[in-house]
């Protein structure tokens, strides 16, 4: 269950004890959408074998945020709003208002809502706790904050900032392209991204490409920055940083991955990915922050 994105926010309240957490998050379990309702949101069990909320190993906890959402397409509602819009037409002689197709879809939708197939997702969460950071798997900005608006209401005085660096990743990775060495941790891949300041925002994006200096300086010099770079670390990690420090695309490479080839049953797995996972993470992203100025 390695993370495939990382947004990242350092906690600037008290510290999380695992047992408190537990207690606060039972208090919200996802509940299954009621028979009116579109959408249900609440905390799952990350590791289904264990009857806890919070999955501990060592200083690093694992939360898991479900959300339950009923799938009704527009195209459906729509056609039936116009089956019925057409009757209606018949009955009174004259077309539907603009409040009565209103109303006619509202009915639709209440209707439908009960038949709707139901679409149920997990987002996992990681609390660092000795380095107060909470970290989600998502690349989603809309699903970060509905899982930091359940956060704060299932724990009172929960307060998170998100992380941020003196320097800002789009001006390191810009110096990286125009000739600056990245630290020895790093090494640059085949992707980048870069985009001009002004109005236009022209963008020029490189995939599956070997990034030439010439040609990306060419582009910084006409007024372009860097917003996106795919970068490995130490040989053991790759993943894209954008520049608002969201980590994305994290991909374990074959020397992490042989170390969890002797675990076979589900369970193992599930422990030796959280393990290796929070293992190599904490030392990559200390090496990214240094790498960008340290901490704000």
């Known amino acids: 269950m390695w993370f495939k994105n990382l947004l990242i926010y350092r906690i600037t309240s008290d510290e999380l004890e695992p047992s408190k957490l537990e207690g606060a998050l039972s208090e919200y379990v996802l509940q299954d959408c009621l028979q009116l309702e579109m959408q249900s949101r609440g905390w799952m069990k990350p590791k289904e074998s264990l009857d806890q909320f919070v999955h501990q190993y060592n200083q690093h906890l694992l939360v898991a945020f479900g959300m339950e959402k009923k799938l009704l397409p527009a195209a459906v509602i729509n056609q039936y709003a116009k089956d019925r819009a057409a009757v209606m037409e018949q009955h009174q002689g004259f077309r539907p208002s603009k409040k009565q197709i209103r109303d006619i879809k509202e009915a639709v939708l209440i209707e439908l809502m009960p038949r709707a197939f139901v679409h149920r997702q997990t987002t996992y969460v990681w609390i660092d706790t000795a380095e107060k950071l909470l970290i989600i798997d998502t690349a989603n900005l809309k699903r970060a904050e509905e899982v930091i608006e359940l956060f704060i209401k299932s724990v009172p005085g929960f307060r998170i900032a998100p992380l941020e660096t003196r320097i800002s990743p789009s001006a390191v990775m810009t110096r990286w392209l125009s000739g600056d060495e990245p630290p020895v941790a790093f090494t640059i891949d085949r992707e980048c991204e870069l985009q001009s300041a002004n109005n236009e925002k022209s963008t020029v994006r490189y995939s599956h490409h070997v990034l030439d200096a010439d040609e990306t300086s060419r582009h910084i010099k006409a007024g372009k920055k ?33 170390a969890a080839e002797s675990s076979e049953s589900a369970d193992d797995v599930f422990d030796s990915d959280f393990v290796l996972m929070t293992g190599e993470i904490s030392q990559l992203l200390p090496d990214l922050i240094h790498a960008l100025g340290g901490n704000n």
């Open 226 to 258: 860097v917003t996106r770079l795919a970068l490995t670390w130490a040989h053991k990690i790759s993943f894209v940083l954008q520049d608002n420090l969201q980590i994305k695309r994290i991909a374990p490479l074959d020397i992490v991955k042989e």
